[in-house]
């Protein structure tokens, strides 16, 4: 005889439709916790990024080697770091042009009239900004420039040996403090870049400087 089976029902113990929604909503949390971390981490400062890093590993029982957390810095935080470290300086400016950073050293910042030996109490400076590209990746151009006044030195035959031989004692100056000197490149162009009118006093001094022209990382040369 055939025996037809019926299925039973199972009333006592229901399918759980919505057991779904808890691993949606654990998902959901870790990706808001996630966000919340990379906006804090866009604005992070070192100090505080190595802090979140040691909370990290101290929550999820890390205890193996930290892992480096590379971060890279705007060139307007750069900017304004140079900005604080050189802020009692008056022959020192800092802009944020399309070319990069720029540190605008006067001649009298560094040097005595008509001599491209950097002064004695140029050191300091040069130390603190050679701090702070110690931290900051990317290219340095040292740049050289002068006045329309022709030298009367018997060292430099001309205004472009002279605006040359400027930039090479800052990259002297700055490698012999720890820097990369892959790092750079210096150029001397005399009168021919100009930023003001030689025809005055005030504009002769203006165009007398050297340029220290950082770049971002990922940035050409100008």
């Known amino acids: ?29 870790l990706m808001f916790t996630f966000f919340v971390a990379l906006y804090a981490l866009s604005s992070m400062d070192h100090t505080k990024l190595e802090k979140f890093s040691l909370s990290l590993r101290q929550v999820f029982k890390v205890i193996d080697d930290p892992i480096k957390l590379h971060y890279t810095k705007t060139e307007k935080s750069i900017a304004e770091e140079l900005k604080a470290v050189l802020k009692n300086e ?12 720029v540190i605008t050293f006067s001649d009298t910042a560094l040097f005595t009239s008509g001599s491209a030996d950097v002064r004695p109490e140029a050191d300091g400076v040069l130390s603190r900004i050679a701090d702070k590209l110690k931290t900051t990746p990317g290219r340095v151009f040292i ?5 329309n006044v022709p030298i009367s030195s018997g ?10 031989a400027r930039a090479s004692s800052v990259l002297h100056a700055l490698v012999g403090k720890g820097l990369d000197p892959h ?13 003001s009118s030689n025809e005055t006093p005030e504009g002769r001094a203006q165009n007398r400087r050297v340029e220290l022209v950082v770049m971002p990382p990922d940035q050409a040369v100008p």
């Open 1 to 29: 005889m055939m025996r037809i089976r019926r299925r039973r029902k199972d009333s006592d113990h229901p399918e759980n439709l919505d057991r779904w929604l808890i691993s949606y909503a654990d998902f959901m949390t």
């Open 90 to 101: 008056d022959n020192i400016a800092v802009n944020n042009e399309q070319r990069g950073i």
């Open 143 to 147: 740049e050289g420039h002068t006045d």
């Open 155 to 164: 060292r430099f035959h001309s205004n472009w040996e002279l605006s040359a």
């Open 183 to 195: 790092r750079f490149t210096i150029s001397g162009y005399g009168e021919y870049r100009p930023l």
